[in-house]
């Protein structure tokens, strides 16, 4: 099972589960299933196929439906496929229930968010955030784990035992969540003072959907080597750098990436990340806008800051990587004059992307520095309202 890549390592090979249903359109599920194998390369599985399904609504006890985990189970010895991905979250019944079937490692998209963001965490803070997430999802699925394991050693004794070992495990994970809470109340107590010792600073948060750019827009200002990688969750701590933009110094904070579907126990747990942009008087929100659906991505982002009440802050929305972008893919019939790709600026501020939401629109491309003159201007005016309100004995400065 799995192939050796040419590090000596072994990469597991996955395949893919979505449903069509009247809540979740073809396309959607097709978009989110491309995204799902992204967060799978992101993870280290190679993804071999896709398998969906159009039902009314997920099956109770398999998610999907009879014939078609027949199917994926066919596919699966005969591929010889080590991992299957749901991309909704399956209850504990129903991952007891395909696993009993496939008889492979079995993961739904919250799992492998939780993996992923397991596998970035640097810093304390981080470590003790993804901890207790992963906690909280393991908490309800504990007896899928101990039916695995009866099945491993044929069941033999265990069911006694294994009822008590339940309940102990169960009581030690509830204690481990309490005192991870407790940690992170200790560590945002800390956070909150850091904040607050930072003064009266004009602070800037770069807010987006994972993998927009954030970073490099981040190491592009501030001259600093944040972490950038072309994966899904690159940052997941919140990184600040003291930028000066001609004679203003203000406080720029790259924070993690959005996604939708995220798992809510991440929301709860990374509540410090998103104190940064609940508290930062500007936002820069970045999209890629060489995406096909960077206006789902768009309304993804806004409804988080909507729920963390920061949504009516001064927003400069920035169009990231136009060095990507082509007319051509963004329309619906075929063009033949090469000319019509051709994304000069003036182009770009004819679209209706540059009147989006009645927020100041500005594209640039921070991988090849192009147009950061104009995003620097429209930063600088942003920071100086509130920088002249905040420090008007400093007017003779500007």
């Given at each position: 099972?799995?192939?050796?890549?040419s590090?000596?390592?072994?990469?597991?090979?996955?395949?893919?589960?979505?449903l069509?249903?009247?809540?979740?359109?073809?396309?959607?599920?097709?978009?989110?299933l491309?995204?799902?194998?992204?967060?799978?390369?992101?993870?280290?599985?190679?993804?071999?196929?896709?398998f969906?399904?159009?039902?009314?609504?997920?099956?109770?006890?398999?998610?999907?439906?009879?014939?078609?985990?027949?199917?994926?189970?066919?596919?699966?010895?005969?591929?010889?496929?080590?991992?299957?991905?749901?991309?909704?979250?399956?209850?504990?019944?129903?991952?007891?229930?395909?696993?009993?079937?496939?008889?492979?490692?079995i993961?739904?998209?919250?799992?492998?968010?939780?993996?992923?963001?397991?596998?970035?965490?640097?810093?304390?803070?981080?470590?003790?955030?993804?901890?207790?997430?992963?906690?909280?999802?393991?908490?309800?699925?504990?007896?899928?784990?101990?039916?695995?394991?009866?099945?491993?050693?044929?069941?033999?004794?265990?069911?006694?035992?294994?009822?008590?070992?339940?309940?102990?495990?169960?009581?030690?994970?509830?204690?481990?969540?309490?005192?991870?809470?407790?940690?992170?109340?200790?560590?945002?107590?800390?956070?909150?003072?850091?904040?607050?010792?930072?003064?009266?600073?004009?602070?800037?948060?770069?807010?987006?959907?994972?993998?927009?750019?954030?970073?490099?827009?981040?190491?592009m200002?501030?001259?600093?080597?944040?972490?950038?990688?072309?994966?899904?969750?690159?940052?997941?701590?919140?990184t600040?750098?003291?930028?000066?933009?001609?004679?203003?110094?203000?406080?720029?904070?790259?924070?993690?990436?959005?996604?939708?579907?995220?798992?809510?126990?991440?929301?709860?747990?990374?509540?410090?990340?998103?104190?940064?942009?609940?508290?930062?008087d500007?936002?820069?929100?970045?999209?890629?806008?060489?995406?096909?659906?960077?206006?789902?991505?768009?309304?993804?982002?806004?409804?988080?800051?909507?729920d963390?009440?920061?949504?009516?802050?001064?927003?400069?929305?920035?169009?990231?990587?136009?060095?990507?972008?082509?007319?051509?893919?963004?329309?619906?019939?075929?063009?033949?004059?090469?000319?019509?790709?051709?994304?000069?600026?003036?182009?770009?501020?004819?679209?209706?992307?540059?009147?989006?939401?009645?927020?100041?629109?500005?594209?640039?491309?921070?991988?090849?520095?192009?147009?950061?003159?104009?995003?620097?201007?429209?930063?600088?005016?942003?920071?100086?309202?509130?920088h002249?309100?905040?420090?008007?004995?400093?007017?003779?400065?500007?």
């Amino acid at each position: 099972m799995g192939n050796y890549h040419s590090t000596g390592k072994v990469e597991e090979t996955a395949i893919l589960i979505g449903l069509i249903t009247p809540d979740q359109k073809e396309e959607n599920v097709k978009e989110y299933l491309e995204e799902l194998a992204f967060l799978a390369e992101t993870s280290g599985a190679i993804t071999k196929k896709s398998f969906t399904q159009k039902v009314p609504h997920p099956n109770p006890a398999t998610f999907v439906g009879k014939g078609k985990l027949n199917e994926i189970d066919k596919y699966v010895k005969e591929h010889c496929i080590d991992i299957v991905i749901f991309d909704d979250e399956l209850s504990p019944t129903q991952l007891r229930n395909v696993e009993k079937v496939l008889e492979v490692k079995i993961l739904d998209r919250n799992h492998l968010i939780l993996d992923i963001f397991a596998s970035r965490a640097q810093t304390a803070a981080a470590k003790t955030q993804v901890e207790l997430a992963q906690y909280q999802y393991l908490l309800p699925r504990l007896t899928r784990m101990w039916t695995h394991l009866e099945r491993q050693k044929g069941g033999i004794g265990m069911r006694g035992p294994g009822e008590t070992q339940i309940e102990t495990d169960r009581r030690i994970i509830q204690q481990k969540i309490s005192l991870l809470k407790e940690k992170l109340k200790h560590i945002d107590k800390q956070k909150s003072v850091q904040r607050g010792n930072r003064g009266k600073m004009v602070r800037v948060a770069l807010v987006g959907y994972t993998n927009v750019g954030k970073s490099t827009t981040m190491n592009m200002l501030s001259k600093s080597a944040v972490f950038a990688e072309n994966k899904l969750f690159a940052t997941l701590d919140t990184t600040v750098r003291k930028v000066v933009v001609r004679n203003i110094p203000f406080l720029m904070s790259d924070t993690v990436g959005f996604i939708r579907k995220l798992p809510h126990q991440l929301v709860d747990s990374f509540k410090s990340t998103l104190d940064e942009v609940r508290e930062a008087d500007i936002l820069v929100h970045i999209l890629d806008i060489s995406h096909p659906t960077f206006e789902d991505q768009f309304n993804v982002v806004n409804n988080t800051l909507k729920d963390i009440e920061a949504l009516d802050k001064p927003t400069i929305v920035l169009f990231n990587k136009i060095d990507a972008y082509s007319f051509a893919d963004h329309l619906d019939y075929e063009i033949h004059d090469e000319t019509a790709n051709a994304t000069s600026m003036e182009e770009l501020k004819k679209t209706w992307m540059a009147k989006m939401n009645d927020k100041k629109c500005v594209f640039i491309s921070a991988t090849n520095k192009e147009n950061i003159e104009e995003f620097k201007d429209v930063l600088y005016d942003e920071v100086k309202k509130i920088h002249v309100a905040r420090f008007p004995y400093n007017e003779f400065l500007y």
